[in-house]
């Protein structure tokens, strides 16, 4: 709570993930993420599949990449760079350039 009340960023992240997890506070949301993985089910994946990452992402720091590493299906990884304008999370500094890389 006391990061919430100094970091911006923190709070709008925790706020969102209670909002989007349906729980009433920030120790229920991190224990409820416990419950959420690809162990066991990545390989059920057959669609070719886009993974997408920034490089400066705060949220989901490296979890693109071990995603796109247990994929066996057709796919591909685009890293979105600082030199791009695109590096933080949803590559937000560039939708131009994400919707050109998604989408093309």
Not at 24 to 35: H, N, V, W, Y
Not at 46 to 55: G, Q, R, S, Y
Not at 96 to 103: K, P, T, W, Y
């Amino acid at each position: 709570m006391e990061l919430m009340e100094s970091d911006p960023n923190i709070r709008f992240n925790m706020k969102h993930g209670m909002w989007t997890a349906g729980t009433s506070t920030p120790f229920e949301l991190i224990q409820g993420a416990k419950d959420y993985s690809m162990r066991g089910i990545i390989a059920n994946i057959k669609c070719p599949t886009l993974v997408l990452e920034a490089e400066n992402d705060d949220s989901f720091p490296g979890q693109p990449k071990k995603v796109f590493d247990s994929l066996t299906c057709p796919k591909k990884h685009i890293l979105f760079t600082t030199e791009e304008g695109a590096e933080e999370h949803c590559h937000s500094g560039a939708p131009a350039l994400s919707n050109q890389r998604i989408f093309g």
